[in-house]
Protein backbone atom coordinates (compact mmCIF):
# COMPACT_ATOMS: atom_id res chain seq x y z
CA UNK A 1 0.00 0.00 0.00
CA UNK A 2 1.66 3.38 -0.76
CA UNK A 3 1.92 6.42 1.45
CA UNK A 4 -0.61 8.05 -0.19
CA UNK A 5 -3.16 5.23 0.02
CA UNK A 6 -2.50 5.00 3.50
CA UNK A 7 -3.36 8.58 4.19
CA UNK A 8 -6.27 8.53 2.23
CA UNK A 9 -7.49 4.63 3.77
CA UNK A 10 -6.69 5.95 7.61
CA UNK A 11 -8.21 9.44 6.81
CA UNK A 12 -11.08 8.09 4.94
CA UNK A 13 -11.47 5.17 7.29
CA UNK A 14 -11.04 5.88 11.03
CA UNK A 15 -9.65 9.37 11.78
CA UNK A 16 -11.97 11.30 13.63
CA UNK A 17 -15.14 8.51 13.85
CA UNK A 18 -13.43 7.19 17.21
CA UNK A 19 -13.06 10.70 18.63
CA UNK A 20 -15.70 9.88 21.08
CA UNK A 21 -15.36 8.34 24.84
CA UNK A 22 -13.61 4.98 23.75
CA UNK A 23 -10.76 7.08 21.88
CA UNK A 24 -9.89 8.08 25.89
CA UNK A 25 -12.06 11.22 25.94
CA UNK A 26 -14.72 11.53 28.39
CA UNK A 27 -18.08 12.22 26.99
CA UNK A 28 -16.97 13.37 24.06
CA UNK A 29 -14.79 15.31 25.10
CA UNK A 30 -10.89 15.97 24.83
CA UNK A 31 -8.05 17.88 26.84
CA UNK A 32 -9.39 20.07 29.58
CA UNK A 33 -13.12 20.07 28.47
CA UNK A 34 -12.68 20.72 24.65
CA UNK A 35 -15.10 19.00 22.82
CA UNK A 36 -13.64 16.52 19.98
CA UNK A 37 -16.11 16.05 16.63
CA UNK A 38 -17.60 13.68 14.92
CA UNK A 39 -17.04 14.06 11.01
CA UNK A 40 -19.77 12.66 9.17
CA UNK A 41 -17.52 12.32 6.33
CA UNK A 42 -15.55 9.61 7.78
CA UNK A 43 -16.45 6.24 8.56
CA UNK A 44 -14.84 3.06 11.10
CA UNK A 45 -12.71 0.72 8.89
CA UNK A 46 -12.15 -1.32 11.83
CA UNK A 47 -9.07 -0.04 13.91
CA UNK A 48 -10.46 -0.87 16.68
CA UNK A 49 -10.68 -4.50 16.39
CA UNK A 50 -6.83 -4.44 14.66
CA UNK A 51 -3.97 -6.17 17.48
CA UNK A 52 -1.72 -3.91 16.60
CA UNK A 53 1.14 -5.75 18.91
CA UNK A 54 0.72 -8.82 16.98
CA UNK A 55 1.65 -7.27 13.56
CA UNK A 56 4.94 -7.93 12.35
CA UNK A 57 7.83 -5.86 11.29
CA UNK A 58 6.85 -6.17 7.78
CA UNK A 59 2.95 -5.08 8.12
CA UNK A 60 4.13 -2.29 9.51
CA UNK A 61 6.70 -1.72 6.74
CA UNK A 62 4.15 -2.03 4.32
CA UNK A 63 2.25 0.45 5.47
CA UNK A 64 4.25 3.20 6.67
CA UNK A 65 6.97 5.45 4.78
CA UNK A 66 10.63 4.75 6.04
CA UNK A 67 11.10 7.68 7.43
CA UNK A 68 7.93 6.73 9.49
CA UNK A 69 8.79 3.29 10.13
CA UNK A 70 12.18 4.71 12.03
CA UNK A 71 10.34 7.54 14.35
CA UNK A 72 7.21 4.94 15.03
CA UNK A 73 8.37 1.68 15.46
CA UNK A 74 12.07 2.47 16.05
CA UNK A 75 11.65 5.30 18.19
CA UNK A 76 14.08 7.98 16.13
CA UNK A 77 13.51 11.32 16.23
CA UNK A 78 13.17 13.97 13.17
CA UNK A 79 15.18 17.02 12.42
CA UNK A 80 14.42 19.67 14.33
CA UNK A 81 11.94 22.25 12.22
CA UNK A 82 11.16 20.12 9.42
CA UNK A 83 7.41 18.77 10.07
CA UNK A 84 4.76 21.05 8.04
CA UNK A 85 2.39 20.07 11.36
CA UNK A 86 4.80 23.04 12.91
CA UNK A 87 2.85 25.41 10.60
CA UNK A 88 -0.74 23.61 11.30
CA UNK A 89 -3.18 26.65 12.63
CA UNK A 90 -5.94 24.72 11.79
CA UNK A 91 -8.84 23.65 13.98
CA UNK A 92 -8.49 20.37 14.05
CA UNK A 93 -7.24 16.93 15.46
CA UNK A 94 -4.10 15.34 15.45
CA UNK A 95 -4.15 11.44 15.23
CA UNK A 96 -1.01 8.42 15.26
CA UNK A 97 0.18 8.62 11.68
CA UNK A 98 0.30 4.13 12.87
CA UNK A 99 -3.48 3.79 13.78
CA UNK A 100 -5.27 7.33 13.24
CA UNK A 101 -5.92 6.96 17.10
CA UNK A 102 -6.66 10.55 17.95
CA UNK A 103 -3.76 12.02 20.19
CA UNK A 104 -4.08 16.00 20.54
CA UNK A 105 -6.71 18.53 20.04
CA UNK A 106 -5.58 21.61 18.10
CA UNK A 107 -6.65 23.71 21.27
CA UNK A 108 -3.61 22.32 22.99
CA UNK A 109 -1.35 22.59 20.69
CA UNK A 110 1.26 25.73 20.61
CA UNK A 111 4.42 27.51 19.53
CA UNK A 112 7.60 25.94 21.96
CA UNK A 113 10.23 27.01 19.50
CA UNK A 114 12.12 23.91 19.55
CA UNK A 115 11.06 22.93 15.90
CA UNK A 116 9.10 20.21 16.53
CA UNK A 117 5.32 19.99 16.98
CA UNK A 118 4.36 20.47 20.69
CA UNK A 119 1.26 20.68 23.16
CA UNK A 120 0.45 21.51 26.66
CA UNK A 121 -1.77 17.99 27.50
CA UNK A 122 -2.57 14.82 24.99
CA UNK A 123 -6.13 13.68 24.48
CA UNK A 124 -7.00 11.61 28.05
CA UNK A 125 -6.21 7.65 27.46
CA UNK A 126 -4.10 8.46 24.20
CA UNK A 127 -0.91 8.14 24.87
CA UNK A 128 1.36 5.69 27.40
CA UNK A 129 4.70 6.96 28.90
CA UNK A 130 7.82 5.03 29.81
CA UNK A 131 10.98 5.78 31.14
CA UNK A 132 13.95 6.68 28.00
CA UNK A 133 17.71 6.82 29.37
CA UNK A 134 19.27 6.99 26.24
CA UNK A 135 20.80 9.95 27.09
CA UNK A 136 22.71 11.34 29.82
CA UNK A 137 19.53 12.45 31.80
CA UNK A 138 16.52 10.25 32.03
CA UNK A 139 13.41 11.49 29.77
CA UNK A 140 9.72 10.83 29.99
CA UNK A 141 8.48 9.15 26.43
CA UNK A 142 5.80 8.77 24.82
CA UNK A 143 3.75 6.65 22.68
CA UNK A 144 0.03 6.11 20.96
CA UNK A 145 -1.61 3.84 23.65
CA UNK A 146 -3.37 1.77 20.77
CA UNK A 147 -0.65 1.08 18.13
CA UNK A 148 2.42 1.38 20.79
CA UNK A 149 4.17 4.21 18.05
CA UNK A 150 7.18 6.24 19.54
CA UNK A 151 5.02 9.60 18.96
CA UNK A 152 8.02 11.76 21.49
CA UNK A 153 9.16 12.96 24.99
CA UNK A 154 7.20 14.82 27.36
CA UNK A 155 8.80 17.48 29.25
CA UNK A 156 7.92 20.15 32.57
CA UNK A 157 8.94 23.70 30.61
CA UNK A 158 5.04 24.05 28.94
CA UNK A 159 2.53 26.53 28.88
CA UNK A 160 -0.15 26.57 31.34
CA UNK A 161 -2.32 25.06 32.10
CA UNK A 162 -0.26 21.82 32.72
CA UNK A 163 3.07 22.86 32.54
CA UNK A 164 3.87 20.31 30.26
CA UNK A 165 5.55 20.42 26.50
CA UNK A 166 4.25 17.58 24.75
CA UNK A 167 7.68 17.22 22.02
CA UNK A 168 5.86 15.17 19.21
CA UNK A 169 7.42 13.73 16.11
CA UNK A 170 5.27 15.70 12.78
CA UNK A 171 6.40 12.32 10.92
CA UNK A 172 4.20 10.48 13.39
CA UNK A 173 0.98 12.68 13.34
CA UNK A 174 -1.61 12.58 10.49
CA UNK A 175 -3.65 16.22 11.01
CA UNK A 176 -7.33 15.64 10.30
CA UNK A 177 -9.10 19.26 9.74
CA UNK A 178 -12.48 19.93 11.42
CA UNK A 179 -15.13 20.05 9.28
CA UNK A 180 -15.68 24.31 9.66
CA UNK A 181 -11.68 24.83 9.88
CA UNK A 182 -10.64 27.57 7.22
Known sequence: MSTLDRRLFLASGFAVAACGPSAGAQDGDGVQGVPLFDDPRITPWGAETI??????EDW??????????RILR???????GTSP???EHRRGIFVCAGCALPLFTSETKYE???GWPSFWAPIEGALDTKAD?????????????RCGGHQGHVFEDGPRPTGQRWCNNGVALDFVPHPDAA
Do not use: I, M, V
Not at 51 to 56: G, L, N, P, R, Y
Not at 60 to 69: I, S
Open 85 to 87: LND
Open 112 to 114: SGT
Open 60 to 69: WRERLTEEEF
Open 74 to 80: REGTERA
Open 133 to 145: YRLWTPRTEYHCA
Open 51 to 56: DFSAQT
